[in-house]
């Protein structure tokens, strides 16, 4: 695992995960899996364009700030991935086509084409396994002191995909566990400021949930995944607003 890190990520680098509020009171822990566009300095540019390397393939746009607020809002630990999904989708587990796609929307990525299974693995020790492993850990230190952990994972997805307009504005995603779920929803549809939808522009079918199966579902932790249309989260007004408005919903969700 160390000769893989080195050879993918310089010192210049850096780790490939950031801890925030790593003592925070709240038992929310606030996960987010493609909070940056940045790109290991040994990959260069992935033969992408700049507009392919801004776009939504890359990250998810405004998920990192709405994640930050929340996180403060809440005293809540957040923890995210510091480099592009485009190089690991820490979102897939590594058998999974989408953990390194060679295809993304309309973009194909020529970095990530006919990878060989040393490649793969190389990504998989560098960026997945210490992200994951850095998860596991948390929530192993907070079960240690008393804390309880609920997993929140906050994600944002483009208004057109493949050309197709997008009506859903906010998404709250579940797997087999719905239970937080299934809160929020009924909270959401009696203030309903934004288009709400279950497990919606995506769903345990196309295979999002693998983050809170492996840290929420297998530890019978609450866990729930909330998507945002990232046209209401491209400034910093927008942010706050889908921030707070979240953020009263996990907090209604949690006192009931």
Do not use: F, I
């Given at each position: 695992m160390v000769l893989a890190r080195a050879k993918i990520l310089s010192d210049a680098d850096g780790e490939c995960v950031a801890i925030e509020r790593a003592h925070g009171k709240s038992p929310v822990l606030v996960i987010c899996e493609h909070a940056s566009r940045t790109l290991p300095e040994h990959f260069g540019d992935l033969g992408l364009s700049e507009e392919a390397l801004s776009s939504h393939i890359a990250w998810d746009p405004g998920a990192l700030a709405v994640a930050r607020a929340i996180s403060a809002a809440l005293d809540a630990t957040l923890i995210y991935q510091r480099f592009s999904r485009l190089i690991y989708d820490c979102n897939r587990p590594p058998s999974s086509p989408g953990a390194m796609p060679e295809v993304s929307e309309i973009y194909t990525i020529p970095g990530n084409k006919d990878l060989t299974e040393g490649e793969r693995n190389a990504r998989t020790e560098a960026l997945y396994l210490p992200f994951h492993d850095a998860v596991r850990a948390l929530i192993r230190d907070r079960q240690a002191s008393g804390q309880d952990s609920v997993i929140v994972t906050i994600h944002s997805f483009t208004p057109i995909y493949n050309g197709r307009q997008r009506a859903v504005e906010l998404g709250i995603l579940h797997d087999e566990d719905s239970r937080l779920a299934d809160r929020m929803l009924d909270f959401a549809a009696e203030a309903p400021l934004y288009?709400?939808?279950?497990?919606?522009p995506y769903g345990p079918e196309d295979g999002v949930t693998h983050t809170l199966i492996l840290h929420g579902i297998s530890n019978g932790l609450r866990n729930v995944m909330i998507e945002v249309r990232n046209d209401l989260i491209?400034?910093?007004?927008?942010q706050g607003v889908v921030a707070d408005y979240l953020t009263r919903l996990l907090q209604q969700s949690l006192d009931a």
């Open positions: 288009r709400t939808e279950r497990n919606e491209a400034d910093d007004t927008g």
